[in-house]
C-alpha cells in the first residue's frame, strides 16, 4: 500500500537513499574492493 507523506517527503526519500547509499559503500570498502565483489556477482 503507498504511503502518503506530507510536503518535503521528497527531501527524506533523498536523505534515506544517500543513508543507504552511504552505507553500502562503507561496508565494500571493509569488505575490499567493491568493483571485484560486483563483477563476482554479474559473472
Known sequence: MPFERPT???VWTV??????SIC???TFLKW????NM???AWK
Open 15 to 20: 536523505l534515506s537513499i544517500l543513508f543507504v
Open 24 to 26: 553500502f559503500q562503507t
Open 32 to 35: 575490499g574492493s567493491s568493483e
Open 8 to 10: 518535503g517527503s521528497d
Open 38 to 40: 560486483i563483477e563476482g
